[in-house]
């Protein structure tokens, strides 16, 4: 009775509801787990690897199915799970397979498996994994019920249970990315916000000041990703108070990055108390520029042109090395100071050795921070400003899916999920013979380009895995042609040549398919 029911109330492939979508890929995910099930994953790992492959694939859509309809039942981010947390995750961490992977593990999980050298952590999230992957399937089940009855209606009890996936999804992923790798706590990540206001004060000051352009903003100039670091440990040890480098605070009050370098910021910030405004803003000028004009100067004159190649890195390391050696046993005496106030074109090379040390180290050691906080202060959230007219209305679009509520908190979807079918009654005769669909010639779709041909031009099949067939299914002959030759122009004008020249050449390209197998659309 539910075979019956599911051939005869099974949605179109060409349904674009996300609970018909779900249907089909749910169907597709539980044909790999049942093969992989039965597999003898000893006897040929090769493709047991592939199984798991497009195992962990199925769920990724699966799973961006699910978060679709999440988005459209709960437009407010304020209605779904605070997914906060994850400005905490290592960069690397968060890509499109996230969900796929944490779906895996909890699989295993719930198996009875623990995570490589984290024993006592697989312990304490399995309660989560069980429950939500026993949470998981009891929603699968609704989720295909109701995609047979009506795959455009929410039912509340498909609305309390997205809900609660949602909950549960959120909770396992923190404490799953948790247990694998280092996450920031709210210190940490505190510190790294106002590592990032004093970067931003200072890009502001140094547009100010002419340093830095706009364009160069816009355009990311390397340059002022260089400099920026450089020049914000400068402000931020003599204008900014109370900021990231507030070192009257403590070593263990300040941010992880500066607090390695906590003793040789010190003297930095004594040195500069020598300096005067004049050669201050000079100091401004070697930081951003790279190199004091001075030094340039000596090295084209005393060193060949050859050694002018020299790699950025090597200038780096030479920069560091120099900074560490000058400054490790150094010692702020009397005698220095009096000799500082005669020479100081010597104070401001020391200064300048001292400050790229620290801020080239900061990029190599802590280069996903610096690239985290970089990005927010170059690359800001944009808001558009909404204008609103006195009397007048906007039109509501009449496909939910491309309103787009609050765009900016919808997630984001994988374009290939599939093409759009062109409409039988806008389609009279076959696209690339031209012939005329009567009651015997029947319409076929390409699953491939969406439009319709008669069987003999669409007599092939081909698996379609990037818009989510994994089994063969029919494609038309031009579409089959480019698959097997993408080097072959695949236009509109050329479709009756081509599918001429494929009956032409038919044994040469083994037709898979035929009439029987595949249904009328």
């Known amino acids: 009775m539910q075979s019956l029911r599911k051939l005869v109330n099974k949605p179109r492939v060409d349904d674009w509801s996300p609970l018909a979508k779900f249907y089909h890929a749910d169907e597709a995910l539980s044909a790999i787990a049942n093969e992989l099930d039965s597999f003898d994953g000893r006897r040929d790992p090769d493709r047991c690897n592939q199984l798991v492959n497009k195992l962990r694939q199925a769920q990724d859509r699966v799973l961006q199915i699910i978060a679709e309809m999440i988005s459209i039942v709960f437009p407010s981010e304020s209605e779904r799970a605070c997914r906060d947390y994850r400005a905490k995750f290592p960069d690397e961490i968060i890509h499109d397979n996230l969900p796929g992977q944490l779906w895996f593990g909890a699989e295993c999980l719930a198996a009875g498996s ?25 929603m699968r089940n609704i989720l295909k019920d109701q995609a047979l009855r009506d795959p455009t209606v929410y039912t509340p009890k498909i609305k309390a249970s997205l809900h609660v996936f949602d909950r549960l ?10 247990a694998m790798v280092p996450v920031k706590t709210i210190v940490e990540y505190d510190h790294q916000l106002d590592v990032a206001v004093l970067f931003a004060e200072c890009l502001n000051r140094a547009l100010e000041t002419g340093y830095f352009s706009k364009d160069q903003i816009e355009d990311a100039d390397p340059t002022v990703m260089i400099a920026l670091p450089r020049i914000a440990i400068l402000w931020g040890l003599t204008t900014f108070e109370g900021n990231a480098l507030d070192l009257n605070q403590g070593r263990e009050n300040i941010s992880e990055m500066f607090r390695h370098f906590y003793d040789l910021l010190k003297l930095i910030r004594t040195l500069l108390n020598l300096v005067e405004d004049e050669n201050q803003i000079l100091l401004e000028n070697y930081l951003i520029t790279g190199i004091p004009e001075e030094r340039r100067t000596l090295r084209e004159n005393d060193i060949s042109a050859s050694a002018l190649t020299t790699s950025k890195l090597d200038d780096k390391n030479h920069i560091l090395h120099a900074a560490l050696n000058d400054m490790s046993n150094f010692e702020l005496t009397d005698e220095f100071v009096t000799q500082a106030k005669k020479n ?15 801020a080239d180290q900061l990029q190599t050691n802590y280069s996903s921070d610096i690239r985290k906080i970089l990005k ?11 204008y609103e007219i006195s009397g007048k209305t906007a039109a509501v679009p009449q496909n939910i899916e491309e309103t787009g509520v609050e765009v900016q908190e919808s997630i984001s979807l994988p374009t290939t999920t599939g093409v759009e079918w062109v409409p039988d009654a806008d389609c009279d005769n076959c696209v690339a013979c031209g012939s005329a669909f009567t009651l015997v010639r029947r319409r076929h779709h390409c699953r491939n380009c969406g439009r319709i041909f008669c069987y003999r031009c669409s007599g092939h099949a081909l698996a379609l895995p990037e818009l989510g067939y994994e089994r063969p299914v029919r494609v038309c002959n031009i579409c089959f042609l480019y698959k097997i030759n993408p080097f072959t122009p695949c236009t509109s004008d050329g479709l009756t040549q ?10 040469l390209i083994p037709s898979t398919s035929t009439q029987d197998n595949f249904g009328t659309v």
């Open 344 to 358: 100081i074109d010597d104070v401001i090379h020391r200064l300048f050795v001292c400050i790229c040390g620290v």
């Open 114 to 138: 623990n995570i490589v050298e984290h024993e006592a952590e697989s312990e304490a999230i399995r309660p989560m994994a069980r429950a939500l992957t026993r949470h998981l399937d009891k």
């Open 376 to 386: 927010m202060v170059l690359q800001p959230v944009e808001t558009r400003p909404i």
């Open 498 to 507: 081509t599918s001429r020249h494929i009956e032409d050449n038919n044994e």
């Open 169 to 178: 999804f959120a909770e396992f992923e923190f404490n799953y990315v948790s």
